[in-house]
């Protein structure tokens, strides 16, 4: 069983609540979205065939034990869950990053699943999945990226829909780069008293001239 690799990487985890952490990254080439703000196009195409075996060596390499499955958008290949199977077998504890436009339903649950609920400034936010809500866990995560006010209300209203779990700790609100503001993102929640994490892209922060393997 092989997959389309865009490329294996060890970095700082900067997009969930493990952000600081170092991580192992496998991003999967391949996206159903064409998202406004996108910074990973690049994983849109291009990629090398990878047996599992030869992705769970390559991990093995950087010797760390969290290891996060993105793209691209993992999910639009029949393998990744037995990909991620597999590297829980091997005792890594696994997340994926998910567009939430496609069933997460056939994840393992072991795996931590953080997924993006697409607000109106993406383009995208029609093919949400708000299926999708129901079959998280509270080991689980939602993201929503905000460029404006209007992604803001939006998410919001969203989150009325998520499980009652999700409230205190789980939902990340993070700003669109260079787009939007973080202290205004900031102010608002303050201001709505929003029981939701302010979350900011530290790699980008660390490595702000880097564009791909951080």
């Given at each position: 069983?092989?997959?389309?690799?865009?490329?294996?990487?060890?970095?700082?985890?900067?997009?969930?609540?493990?952000?600081?952490?170092?991580?192992?990254?496998?991003?999967?080439?391949?996206?159903?979205?064409?998202?406004?703000?996108?910074?990973?196009?690049?994983?849109?195409?291009?990629?090398?065939?990878?047996?599992?075996?030869?992705?769970?060596?390559?991990?093995?390499?950087?010797?760390?034990?969290?290891?996060?499955?993105?793209?691209?958008?993992?999910?639009?290949?029949?393998?990744?869950?037995?990909?991620?199977?597999?590297?829980?077998?091997?005792?890594?504890?696994?997340?994926?990053?998910?567009?939430?436009?496609?069933?997460?339903?056939?994840?393992?649950?072991?795996?931590?699943?953080?997924?993006?609920?697409?607000?109106?400034?993406?383009?995208?936010?029609?093919?949400?999945?708000?299926?999708?809500?129901?079959?998280?866990?509270?080991?689980?995560?939602?993201?929503?990226?905000?460029?404006?006010?209007?992604?803001?209300?939006?998410?919001?209203?969203?989150?009325k829909r998520t499980p009652a779990y999700?409230?205190?700790?789980?939902?990340?609100?993070?700003?669109?780069?260079?787009?939007?503001?973080?202290?205004?993102?900031?102010?608002?929640?303050?201001?709505d008293h929003l029981k939701v994490r302010?979350?900011?892209?530290?790699?980008?922060?660390?490595?702000?001239?880097?564009?791909?393997?951080?």
């Open positions: 069983m092989s997959l389309l690799i865009n490329e294996i990487f060890y970095s700082i985890q900067g997009e969930s609540l493990s952000t600081g952490r170092p991580c192992v990254f496998i991003r999967l080439s391949g996206c159903n979205l064409r998202c406004s703000y996108c910074d990973t196009t690049y994983a849109f195409n291009d990629g090398y065939e990878f047996e599992i075996e030869n992705i769970e060596n390559e991990i093995a390499k950087y010797k760390c034990s969290l290891v996060e499955i993105t793209g691209g958008e993992p999910l639009l290949k029949k393998e990744t869950p037995g990909l991620i199977s597999h590297l829980l077998s091997k005792g890594y504890e696994v997340m994926l990053e998910t567009n939430g436009s496609l069933d997460v339903g056939y994840v393992n649950a072991e795996c931590i699943k953080i997924m993006d609920v697409k607000c109106p400034s993406s383009n995208e936010s029609e093919k949400n999945r708000f299926e999708n809500l129901s079959l998280l866990t509270e080991k689980d995560q939602i993201k929503f990226v905000i460029g404006d006010r209007n992604d803001y209300e939006y998410a919001i209203k969203t989150i999700f409230f205190e700790n789980h939902i990340l609100f993070s700003p669109v780069h260079g787009i939007m503001s973080p202290k205004k993102l900031a102010e608002w929640i303050l201001s302010l979350h900011l892209q530290i790699h980008k922060i660390i490595w702000p001239d880097v564009e791909r393997g951080v």
